[in-house]
T-cell receptor, first 111, second 112 residues
Framework: GQQLNQSPQSMFIQEGEDVSMNCTSS?????WLWYKQDPGEGPVLLIA?????ELTSNGRLTAQFGITRKDSFLNISASIPSDVGIYFC???????????FGKGTLLTVNP | DTGVSQDPRHKITKRGQNVTFRCDPI?????LYWYRQTLGQGPEFLTY????????KSRLLSDRFSAERPKGSFSTLEIQRTEQGDSAMYLC??????????FGQGTRLTVV
């Protein structure tokens, strides 16, 4: 089945620093999504990517859909304390609508 | 609040008991999904509905699990004869036309 490798597993950064995380897949995806999850809550959709090579921004967040369709990255610029949480990549492939998730990147921001 | 709503937020049950969770999707979203998330992992797909039709089920969904969406609106997920391995966060999500799924806050199940 499809598997997503998300890295790094965790990051500890200072407020104001930029952050980058990525996902790679063993299979081609049609859509990449990035979510953020706070403890005890459901994931919140941050960015959706639909085309290979697509670069999309949402405020301080920028994500790209890799040209091979097997990878995606998420950048967060000028991090702030409320960026703390777990970031998940998710991919959709084939003709169904289910999402395959990575294991997440735990981000800690030191004020 | 017009987001995905799940009830209850927390459930503690004894092993062997049956439990049922409810999900109310975003109004007019025709697709509804159930995922399960264990500690340190990303959500894993269980099943999804398009309107009232259940279109796909994961192998994770054993015969003790059943999901329904009788009128194409809310959905229920029932687990019969719960086991300790069923302890997890059960997440519901909905989407309109594409794959952008919006999640509820989840139901945390603890089987003791």
């Amino acid at each position: 089945g499809q598997q997503l490798n998300q890295s790094p597993q965790s990051m500890f950064i200072q407020e104001g620093e930029d952050v980058s995380m990525n996902c790679t897949s063993s299979s081609i995806f049609n859509t990449w999504l990035w979510y953020k999850q706070d403890p005890g809550e459901g994931p919140v959709l941050l960015i959706a990517l639909y085309k290979a090579g697509e670069l999309t921004s949402n405020g301080r967040l920028t994500a790209q859909f890799g040209i091979t369709r097997k990878d995606s990255f998420l950048n967060i610029s000028a991090s702030i304390p409320s960026d703390v949480g777990i970031y998940f990549c998710a991919g959709q492939g084939g003709s169904n609508y289910k999402l395959t998730f990575g294991k997440g990147t735990l981000l800690t921001v030191n004020p | 609040d017009t987001g995905v709503s799940q009830d209850p937020r927390h459930k503690i049950t004894k092993r062997g008991q049956n439990v049922t969770f409810r999900c109310d999707p975003i109004s007019e979203h025709n697709r509804l999904y159930w995922y399960r998330q264990t500690l340190g992992q990303g959500p894993e797909f269980l099943t999804y509905f398009q309107n009232e039709a259940q279109l796909e089920k994961s192998r994770l969904l054993s015969d003790r699990f059943s999901a329904e969406r009788p009128k194409g609106s809310f959905s229920t997920l029932e687990i019969q004869r719960t086991e300790q391995g069923d302890s997890a966060m059960y997440l519901c999500a909905s989407s309109l036309e594409g794959v952008e799924a919006f999640f509820g806050q989840g139901t945390r199940l603890t089987v003791v």
